[in-house]
């Protein structure tokens, strides 16, 4: 963490979105966006453009305009080639030791530590730094790796449990009953009712009652079960390379010199041809291109405008795009 004499609190983090939520945290806490400083290389590219490191001082000049021409920058400049991000909080008074604190708090990256970490490391080029062999510019590339993870797609949830519920059936019953009948009689007796002794007669009486028996059985089953299908599916995607253009800038330059006088003709108002002059030299430069060889302009021109946009955002492809393909077309000779 360092404090610079204009009363503002440096901290440097090791990539643009920790310093994001950062400065966030600053300005919850109350301090105003206008204090608050993100920068990064890509964003002092951003800000400048691709010449930023001859017109505006690059890295360099940032840190010697926020410590000072005299002070020794060169650790930030390392720390920031690297990838991180400085974070910059303009405050006064109390207002910097809690800047400060909850920089600190936050993960913010000894400078001078780490600076002796990189010291130890085998020597190798700072991007857009020199060494002996001059300046280097590292060819980066993406690569797209795809695996595969499970996720939950669905399924069922079944629930098993035991209802009654009320049932009912008829049912015939017979039933019994003894009844005594006293029948008037005239006859005479004959011996057997004389000789009849004395004795019990008992009649019983029966009748029939439901009796409830259950049995239980199965009918139903309820499998459940997975099918596992392979299916083959696209994934699309973007990868980022860096894409080193060289451009001439002596008389050998790619196309532009040669066929400046064409260029002026073809345009016709010479008191106008600077405006579009950059984007007769971006045209010709194509053609140095391996990607563009041997391909025609109408499958090309989708690509060419978005790196064409991407170099000028300022410049108008609808305007500029007759002097693109001229460019193009007069050096490569494809039409």
Not at 7 to 35: E, H, K, N
Not at 92 to 113: L, S
Not at 280 to 290: D, F, H, K, V, W
């Amino acid at each position: 963490m360092t404090h610079t004499e204009a009363a503002t609190v440096v901290g440097y983090f090791p990539d643009m979105d920790a310093a994001r939520r950062v400065a966030q945290t600053l300005v919850d806490s109350g301090f105003r966006r206008d204090q608050v400083e993100l920068t990064s290389e890509e964003h002092l590219r951003h800000l400048h453009g691709s010449s930023y490191e001859t017109q505006e001082g690059g890295v360099s000049g940032f840190f010697k305009r926020l410590f000072g021409a005299d002070a020794d920058t060169r650790r930030y400049e390392e720390a920031i080639h690297r990838g991180g991000a400085i974070l910059t909080v303009h405050a006064n008074g109390t207002e910097q030791d809690r800047a400060a604190e909850i920089m600190n708090t936050m993960g913010a990256v000894d400078i001078d530590r780490h600076a002796e970490a990189w010291d130890r490391e085998p020597r190798q080029t700072i991007p857009g730094t020199a060494s002996r062999d001059g300046q280097r510019i590292p060819v980066v590339e993406e690569e797209l790796r795809i695996g595969k993870r499970q996720i939950q797609r669905g399924g069922v949830r079944i629930y098993s449990h035991v209802t009654e519920e009320p049932v009912e059936e008829q049912v015939r019953l017979r039933e019994e009953h003894v009844h005594v009948d006293r029948r008037p009689a005239n006859r005479d007796a004959t011996p057997a009712d004389l000789n009849r002794r004395d004795e019990v007669i008992e009649v019983t009486a029966t009748s029939e009652e439901p009796v409830v028996d259950k049995r239980i059985r199965v009918v139903e089953e309820i499998v459940v079960g997975k099918e596992t299908a392979e299916r083959v599916e696209t994934v699309r995607d973007t990868v980022r390379r860096t894409r080193v253009e060289v451009e001439n800038l002596g008389k050998q330059d790619t196309g532009i010199d040669d066929y400046r006088e064409h260029f002026r003709s073809h345009y016709g108002h010479k008191a106008e041809y600077d405006h579009y002059a950059p984007a007769y030299r971006y045209g010709s430069q194509l053609a140095s291109r391996e990607e563009y060889r041997n391909r025609r302009w109408d499958e090309l021109e989708p690509v060419i405008r978005r790196d064409y946009e991407r170099h000028y955002p300022e410049s108008r492809w609808e305007q500029m795009k007759d002097a693109v393909r001229h460019g193009w077309e007069r050096v490569t000779g494809h039409r």
